[in-house]
């Protein structure tokens, strides 16, 4: 039986399965050490297009039609679309997904989304709502640069603790259908603001709902850290990731021997100039498909706790002087 578990947490008993999914990257993305395992790469990071918002939006819209294509689903099957990027409106996944005509909802959880998304697909079809649900994600470098920081043309210095937006876009089919990937449960987490102001440290103001959610998951499921074979962050980087080993060891626990990030995953720091590694959302989501999701399904890995992590901030608060909260959600995905 679906019950909540714990403060925060959903366990289905009749299990959600993670039918299919599709990734697309830029040229940058395909550079790393994932290149090959990404199901579409653009040379081209316009995509054809005349803008960024644009092409942000169109790589929504491949990597949906992926997923379906491999599920061998229609699109008129799909009951839901949660779906969600970084810029003002959710321009990008308004854009990419208006050809599809799903029904839609629109999400905004900064780089979180990908867990955010993936939970509500996964708790609505649990409730027999539908038997497929969709959910989508992206993030362009061109389109956060110029909203979030500077127009690429200032060509500004970057600090050692910032990260790269990732060009990409990971979409998900949730359904019924068994798979050799179910979601058996979700932590939703909570935001967690420890003042920090520098939104060129990300993954410092990421870390604190990272631990949060990652110890609250433990604490409701009644585990210890090694009942993961991974417990796999979203995009902490380097810095955030160190931040993050010290907080959960103040909680008690010690998880330094099965993290992972996929911030630190999708780029080589040493030769790609990304500093404390990839973010924005596209980054969870395109390595989740293209990393993750093989390992669980081929049964290398049993069971990981999937933890996109977001900083929720805008220009408006960024400019008015206010603290850049986090947030995170978790998703268990388990081999069967």
């Known amino acids: ?23 697309v990257v ?12 990404f199901d579409r790469v653009s040379e081209d990071d316009l995509f054809g297009e005349d803008t960024w918002e644009a092409a942000e939006g ?19 099957k799909v009951r839901f679309l949660f779906g969600g990027d970084l810029l003002r409106q959710g321009i990008a996944t308004s854009m990419g997904v208006e ?16 867990g955010e998304a993936l939970a509500l697909a996964a708790m609505a079809t649990a409730a027999d709502y539908g038997d497929y649900m969709l959910a989508v994600t992206s993030s362009h470098f061109g389109s956060a640069e110029k909203e979030f920081r500077f127009p690429l043309g200032y060509a500004n210095q970057r600090p050692l603790s910032s990260t790269w937006t990732v ?15 179910r979601i058996s449960g979700v932590t939703i987490g909570k935001i ?14 990421m870390a604190p709902a990272a631990c949060d959610t990652i110890i609250q998951n433990l604490e409701d499921f009644g585990r210890k850290e090694d009942d993961y074979d991974r417990i796999i962050t979203g995009d902490l980087g380097y810095v955030g990731q160190s931040i993050l080993f010290d907080l959960v060891r103040k909680k008690g626990k010690d998880i330094k ?16 100039n990304t500093n404390s590694g990839g973010s924005g959302c596209g980054c969870a989501a395109t390595t989740l ?48």
Not at 167 to 181: D, N, P
Request: net charge neutral; with cysteine.
């Open 1 to 23: 039986m679906n019950q909540p578990k714990g403060a925060q947490s959903i366990s289905f008993g009749v299990s959600p399965y993670l039918l299919e999914s599709g990734s």
């Open 26 to 37: 830029g040229k940058k993305e395909s550079e790393g050490p994932l290149g090959n395992k």
């Open 58 to 76: 169109t790589m929504q819209k491949m990597a949906c039609m992926l997923a379906l294509k491999k599920a061998g689903v229609q699109t008129e």
């Open 99 to 114: 050809a599809l005509q799903i029904p839609m909802f629109g999400l905004f959880g900064a780089c979180s989304t990908s």
């Open 167 to 181: 060009t990409g876009s990971g979409a998900f089919l949730v359904g019924k259908e068994k798979s050799h990937v």
């Open 192 to 205: 967690v603001d420890y003042g920090l102001k520098d939104s060129q440290n990300m993954g410092a103001c």
């Open 257 to 272: 021997g099965n993290h992972m990030d996929c911030g630190i995953l999708i780029f080589d720091q040493k030769t790609q």
């Open 289 to 336: 498909s293209a990393y993750i999701l093989p390992k669980i399904a081929s049964g290398e890995w049993k069971r990981v706790l999937f933890v996109p992590t977001g900083a929720l901030m805008s220009t408006v608060s960024f400019n008015e002087g206010e603290s850049v909260p986090g947030i995170a959600h978790a998703i268990v995905l388990e081999h069967c």
